[in-house]
């Protein structure tokens, strides 16, 4: 089946680094993603990488994949409060009749504090 | 390109009556998304097209919302009758091509009382 989870909350100080995390169930997802979601707004796409991939950096965030644990990671260096926002973490399933199918976690709520 | 744009921005209606959602996709964008986000159950895929032919519906909740796309620059979703669990806010999302980024617009908020 499909299902990926998230932790709902995380909170930090400003300047420091943050780390969220994600667990996912379909071994054939093609594409990972981290997707960010500020105040009233709809969702825009952070970073993603390609399930052959360990790892992918993008100046401030790096994304780690462990493919056997199927776990998914996200980290922003330097976190600003207008990093604060709701990341989600959605999959791309194989399946019969498309594979363009994106399954959300639930959100991790990242608080950045000074 | 304005983006994927999403009409009304707020919807309040009585139980019982019919809603429309409206989304224009970016223009030359083959997949259309309508995804429901509520607190309960997050964010989940109702439905989604491919050249304006519904591809998958396996995530519309019942048979009182349905979802067309005419023409590749529009589509609706419609629930009839509405009902206050369908409060939530519905976003609709479109893609170049198949795993490419969806664009989502900035959601429907509806409210049914």
């Known amino acids: 089946g499909e299902d990926v989870e998230q932790s709902l909350f995380l909170s930090v100080r400003e300047g420091d680094s943050s780390v969220i995390n994600c667990t996912y169930t379909?071994?054939?997802?093609?594409?990972l993603y981290w997707y960010k979601q500020e105040p009233g707004a709809g969702l825009q796409l952070l970073t993603y990488?390609?399930?052959?991939?360990d790892m992918k950096q993008d100046q401030r965030l790096t994304v780690l994949l462990n493919k056997k644990d199927k776990h998914l990671s996200l980290r922003i260096a330097d976190t600003q409060t207008g990093d604060s926002a709701i990341y989600f973490c959605a999959e791309t399933p194989m399946f019969s009749g498309g594979y363009n199918k994106l399954i959300f976690g639930a959100g991790t709520r990242l608080a950045v504090h000074p | 390109d304005a983006g994927v744009i999403q009409s009304p921005r707020h919807e309040v209606t009585e139980m019982g009556q019919e809603v429309t959602l409206r989304c224009k996709p970016i223009?030359?964008?083959?997949?259309l998304f309508w995804y429901r986000q509520t607190m309960m159950r997050g964010l989940e895929l109702l439905i989604y097209f491919n050249n304006n032919v519904p591809i998958d519906d396996s995530g519309m909740p019942e048979d009182r919302f349905s979802a067309k796309m005419p023409n590749a620059s529009f589509s609706t979703l419609k629930i009839q009758p509405s009902e206050p669990r369908d409060s939530a806010v519905y976003f609709c999302?479109?893609?170049?091509?198949?795993?490419?980024?969806?664009?989502f617009g900035q959601g429907t908020r509806l409210t049914v009382v």
């Open positions: 223009s030359g964008h083959d997949y």
């Open positions: 990488i390609f399930s052959n991939m």
């Open positions: 999302a479109s893609s170049l091509r198949e795993n490419t980024e969806a664009f």
């Open positions: 379909d071994s054939s997802s093609t594409y």
